[in-house]
């Protein structure tokens, strides 16, 4: 068994050389190998209108977040002070339901809010670069989907 996966190891890593694409290319503007003043400008407003965008929304889901956790801190406080156990084992029960709402909300409207900045940030490399030779930025998405 040792064998076939030691096998199966090295054979992966010798065809990912030959799949996997390079990430050193050249982005060639009008005047060849190096990018126009225009394009420079272009992408670098695009990278900075993207990270605004990322910024905003992480700032956005850490509110929502801080939010959440005064509502769930204020809901199991008032339920505490119900007058049976029923009465506060519901109270206790909704609050926290309402609690993993309101995280869950604020995952989804983050990672939609990834998604478009992405989106637009591509829409935009496209109009800097129309020949699409600048395609080194396009796998750092990955880097912010583990955030």
Same mark, same amino acid.
């Given at each position: 068994?040792?064998?076939?996966?030691?096998?199966?190891?090295?054979? $992966?890593?010798?065809?990912?050389?030959?799949? $996997?694409?390079?990430?050193? @290319? +050249?982005?060639?503007?009008?005047?060849? %190998? !190096?990018?126009? /003043? @225009? +394009?420079? =400008? &272009?992408?670098?407003?695009?990278?900075?209108? #993207?990270? =605004?965008?990322l910024a905003t929304a992480y700032d956005t889901f850490t509110a929502t977040v801080k939010s959440a956790l005064t509502a769930r801190t204020d809901a199991l406080k008032?339920?505490?002070?119900?007058?049976?156990?029923? +009465?506060?084992?519901?109270?206790?029960?909704?609050?926290?339901?309402?609690? #993993?709402?309101?995280? !869950?909300?604020? #995952?989804?409207?983050? #990672?939609?809010?990834?998604?478009?900045?992405?989106?637009?940030?591509?829409? +935009?490399?496209?109009? &800097?670069?129309?020949? %699409?030779?600048?395609? !080194?930025?396009? /796998?750092?998405?990955? /880097?912010?989907?583990?955030?």
């Open positions: 068994m040792k064998k076939i996966s030691l096998f199966l190891l090295t054979a $992966f890593i010798a065809s990912s050389v030959f799949i $996997f694409p390079t990430y050193a @290319e +050249e982005t060639t503007g009008a005047t060849g %190998n !190096v990018p126009t /003043a @225009e +394009e420079l =400008t &272009c992408i670098q407003d695009a990278i900075t209108t #993207r990270d =605004t965008a008032s339920a505490w002070a119900k007058g049976t156990m029923s +009465e506060i084992q519901t109270a206790l029960k909704d609050a926290w339901k309402a609690y #993993r709402k309101s995280i !869950v909300d604020a #995952r989804i409207a983050l #990672r939609r809010a990834k998604i478009a900045a992405w989106q637009a940030f591509h829409t +935009e490399k496209m109009t &800097c670069f129309p020949d %699409n030779k600048a395609g !080194v930025d396009s /796998a750092t998405m990955q /880097a912010d989907a583990q955030l």
